[in-house]
T-cell receptor
């Protein structure tokens, strides 16, 4: 079974631009979560989508948004990029978010650099 | 929100057991304790999880204190491939929304 895939793997953008990152979950997984990882803050939860609906949201500004499609693929968008948005963005999928013990499978991440 | 506390770093020798501690003194009754690890240049990888009882799988063992305020991830025989950052995470619900709290992680160095 193929793992979680994220595209692109690397991205360089300029301050003020917007960016869209894509995530394809493991086949059969209906929940997709997004995380931001920086050296200073570590891993921080952005949001989780299940059945095309945002189910949970972390403490990030409204510039960070996401969506999920009917095939469970997900995209996240960051508008008006700031230098501090430079980070590794990780996507994770799992089968059923109702199972609190359910394990997540992470993708390799998209490395975003904002200049 | 419940938080976890882990040592910043630990060191071990190859083929020796490793005990990675995690404190979660404000854990609630419905929080599961999850452990993930992140190898260099990779996304995190699930290791193990538990609620109240100790758990074993092919990768590791998880020992949970009776009061659930702390837990220990046990790698029975460390290998060089176990060198990674290990995260202790609480998963549960509070007020209907799932809360996801990552610790800062412990960087494990394995010496040959």
């Amino acid at each position: 079974k193929a793992g979680v895939t994220q595209t692109p793997r690397y991205l360089i953008k300029t301050r003020g631009q917007q960016v869209t990152l894509s995530c394809s979950p493991i086949s059969g997984h209906r929940s997709v979560s997004w995380y931001q990882q920086t050296p200073g803050q570590g891993l921080q939860f952005l949001f989780e989508y299940f059945s095309e609906t945002q189910r949970n949201k972390g403490n990030f500004p409204g510039r960070f948004s996401g969506r999920q499609f009917s095939n469970s693929r997900s995209e996240m968008n960051v508008s008006t990029l700031e230098l501090g948005d430079s980070a590794l963005y990780l996507c994770a999928s799992r089968h059923d978010p109702g199972l609190w013990g359910d394990e997540q499978y992470f993708g390799p991440g998209t490395r975003l650099t904002v200049t | 929100d419940a938080k976890t506390t882990q040592p910043n770093s630990m060191e071990s020798n190859e083929e020796e057991p490793v005990h990675l501690p995690c404190n979660h003194s404000t854990i609630s009754g419905t929080d599961y304790i999850h452990w993930y690890r992140q190898l260099p240049s990779q996304g995190p990888e699930y290791v193990i999880h538990g609620l109240t009882s100790n758990v074993n799988n092919r990768m590791a063992s998880l020992a949970i204190a009776e009061d659930r305020k702390s837990s220990t991830l046990i790698l029975h025989r460390a290998t060089l491939r176990d060198a990674a950052v290990y995260y202790c995470i609480l998963r549960g619900t509070q007020g209907g929304s799932e809360k996801l709290v990552f610790g800062k992680g412990t960087k494990l160095t394995v010496n040959p």
